[in-house]
């Protein structure tokens, strides 16, 4: 199995809504991260998890939250956002062995619309 | 900091032309360098990647070749298909306390039959 998988592929939600988004990989990689990426744009790292704890936070506003309940999910909560956080939300992840050299998976994305 | 410059597209060849798709980039220690490609509504598949200085990365027939001197990881392919229309994005990892990945602004390819 060489996926990673993101529920759900598309997303409304309004300011005040709580709404998460799942990531899930078998792939035995022990390395995920959220990256949000604008129309038109590269992906813009937001997280970092390694083994199962967060090594990168870049500077994330709270009203987003990721949890790292175990090695295989990557959950991204989301609270209170605002319309320009409308995105595509990638996952991604990685055998952490060589460090740098590692390639990232990534999964299809959730498109999110915030009205 | 660390960065990636991509040439601007987006880039209009036909069937079978010749593809380059320049990229250089700035960095502190010793950065791997990847290309990754995104066709219309998925995510970023890896398409080749080189760790370090003077590595050849190929597969598909694209090629790219870390050049240290120059800072450059240009991506090259002899003869494009339609099928290579996507967007391709050249990306470094640096370790920064945690290994953090920085993209490129992107080069969307457009091939014509």
């Known amino acids: 199995d060489t996926e990673v998988t993101q529920t759900p592929k598309h997303l409304v939600m309004g300011m005040t809504n709580k709404k998460s988004l799942k990531c899930e990989q078998h792939m035995g990689h022990r390395a995920m991260y959220w990256y949000k990426q604008k129309a038109k744009k590269p992906p813009e790292l937001m997280f970092v998890y390694s083994y199962e704890k967060l090594s990168i936070n870049e500077s994330v506003p709270s009203r987003f939250s990721p949890e790292c309940p175990n090695s295989s999910l990557l959950n991204l909560h989301l609270h209170a956002l605002q319309p320009e956080d409308s995105a595509l939300y990638l996952c991604?992840?990685?055998?952490?062995?060589?460090?740098?050299?590692?390639?990232?998976?990534f999964g299809p994305g959730t498109r999110l619309t915030v009205l | 900091g660390d960065s990636v410059t991509q040439m601007e597209g987006p880039v209009t060849l036909s069937e079978e032309a010749f593809l380059t798709i320049n990229c250089t980039y700035t960095?502190?220690?010793?950065?791997?360098l990847f290309w990754y490609v995104q066709y219309p509504g998925e995510g970023l598949q890896l398409l080749l990647k080189?760790?370090?200085?003077?590595d050849k990365g190929s597969n598909k027939g694209f090629e790219a070749t870390y050049r240290k001197e120059t800072t450059s990881f240009h991506l090259e392919k002899g003869s494009v298909q339609v099928s290579d229309s996507a967007v391709y994005f050249c990306?470094?990892?640096?370790?920064?306390?945690?290994?953090?990945?920085?993209f490129g602004a992107g080069t969307r390819l457009f091939v014509k039959a």
């Open positions: 990306a470094l990892t640096v370790n920064t306390g945690g290994f953090k990945t920085i």
């Open positions: 080189a760790t370090k200085a003077d």
């Open positions: 960095a502190t220690g010793y950065p791997s």
């Open positions: 991604a992840s990685s055998l952490p062995g060589q460090g740098s050299t590692d390639t990232q998976y």
